[in-house]
């Protein structure tokens, strides 16, 4: 890494604290100087992020100090052009390490692009105001025989689900239907007949309405090799040739997911070149449609 570069041994960085933040509990930011980083990916450059340099009043003096020891080798008496240059280089190879890191998660590309350091009340991008929190994840950077100093990358979370290969999050478009106020006065009117579906009931004429309602629905299946957790650390260090072993014997079937839940499970073969699954064990129908609306 490049603080490791910078200072000739090894930094350590525990494992990080990431937390949903309320916009409104990050609004001291915007009142005094903070030293902070905004940059954002080329490809991704709706939603810029943000590096704060210790983010609680109690930290930040000395969070400040430690990051400009460790890029200029001493801490000047004021941040000046060239402190922020040396912070905006750590934000570059900050920016480039994870771009390496999630470009590999995904197999995409991702850009570092319009990096810039500052001394100055944070003012929050527009992807920003836009949502009511925003993920914070906390970093303490570890450098021997220095002080450490905290880190705090404030990101959205369609950016974060971006970076992960993961499709936005989507409003639900019948919330403001539910939170629309009752009529003060309603009339009496016939209990309604709720929709039976229920595809699988005994009543063979019922059975073939709900199939025409339900059957043209699209879904999304995925089939899961393994999972492994791995620390931030550990992520930024994957690259190209690195095995990342799951946790699943080899031999062990594999998941099949519906809509992310699992409803099957098969080993793996090839037809025509293509992979596929061969069902080894599957929930019943009527299961599949009660797992799926659970």
């Given at each position: ?12 960085i525990p494992t990080p604290q990431s937390s ?71 934000g570059q190879h900050l920016m480039q390490g ?197």
């Open positions: 890494m490049y603080l490791s570069e910078q200072n000739n041994t090894l930094v350590e949903a933040t309320p916009i409104g509990d990050l609004t001291g930011l915007t009142a005094d100087p903070v030293l902070h980083i905004q940059a954002q990916f080329a490809e991704l450059s709706d939603a810029p992020c943000l590096f704060v340099v210790g983010e609680q009043p109690s930290e930040r003096a000395d969070s400040q100090r430690a990051l400009l020891e460790a890029t200029l080798g001493s801490a000047p008496d004021a941040i000046d052009d060239a402190a922020l240059n040396a912070v905006q280089a750590f994870l771009a390496i890191a999630f470009g590999n998660l995904t197999s995409k590309t991702f850009t570092p692009d319009q990096i810039t350091a500052r001394q100055e009340p944070i003012v929050f991008p527009a992807n920003f105001l836009s949502v009511d929190e925003v993920i914070a994840t906390r970093f303490t950077v570890q450098i021997p025989e220095r002080p450490p100093f905290t880190l705090t990358w404030l990101l959205t979370e369609n950016l974060a689900r971006a970076l992960l290969g993961m499709k936005p999050a989507e409003s639900d478009p019948l919330a403001s239907l539910l939170m629309e106020p009752e009529p003060a006065a309603p009339t009496a009117a016939p209990t309604p007949t709720p929709a039976a579906f229920n595809i699988f009931a005994d009543n063979d004429n019922s059975r073939e309405q709900n199939l025409d309602l339900l059957l043209d629905i699209p879904l999304e299946v995925s089939v899961e090799l393994g999972r492994v957790t791995m620390l931030i650390r550990e992520l930024l260090e994957v690259g190209t040739g690195s095995i990342v072993e799951l946790q699943k014997a080899a031999g062990e079937p594999v998941e099949v997911l519906v809509n992310g839940r699992l409803i099957a499970r098969g080993e793996v073969v090839v037809v025509e070149d293509n992979f596929a699954v061969r069902i080894t064990e599957i929930l019943s129908p009527a299961e599949r449609i009660q797992r799926l609306g659970a």
